[in-house]
Nanobody, 113 residues
Framework: VQLVESGGGLVQAGGSLRLSCEAS????????MGWYRQAPGKQRELVAS???????NYAVSVKDRFTISRDNTKATVYLQMDNLKPEDSGVYYC????????WGQGTQVTVSA
């Protein structure tokens, strides 16, 4: 399994970023995909997930600000992040939820106040 995340960067509070994660080595269309984030000194937390059929769940902290989507033809999952807050800063990872401890290199998101 290979996961390549991209799209992170430095943005001011209130700004937007769109993360992408391209997966290979799995049957992407049937796998629930999740986006996690990890801030310094904190545990990795689930931000959003989407099943192969499009059922979506969000963490309470990001609901109404983040939008997860997927393109099964490109084996890619996206995370549109709007109205970003400093507490959204961290390294963002995607993973197929059925796999244990399978991570890409992550993409850094930094939101300045």
């Amino acid at each position: 399994v290979q996961l390549v995340e991209s799209g992170g960067g430095l943005v001011q509070a209130g700004g937007s970023l769109r993360l992408s994660c391209e997966a290979s080595g799995i049957i992407f269309s049937i796998n629930e995909m999740g986006w996690y984030r990890q801030a310094p000194g904190k545990q990795r937390e689930l931000v959003a997930s989407i099943t192969g059929r499009g059922r979506i769940n969000y963490a309470v902290s990001v609901k109404d600000r983040f939008t997860i989507s997927r393109d099964n033809t490109k084996a890619t999952v996206y995370l549109q992040m709007d109205n970003l807050k400093p507490e959204d800063s961290g390294v963002y990872y995607c993973t197929p939820m059925a796999y244990v401890q399978v991570w890409g290199q992550g993409t850094q998101v930094t939101v300045s106040a």
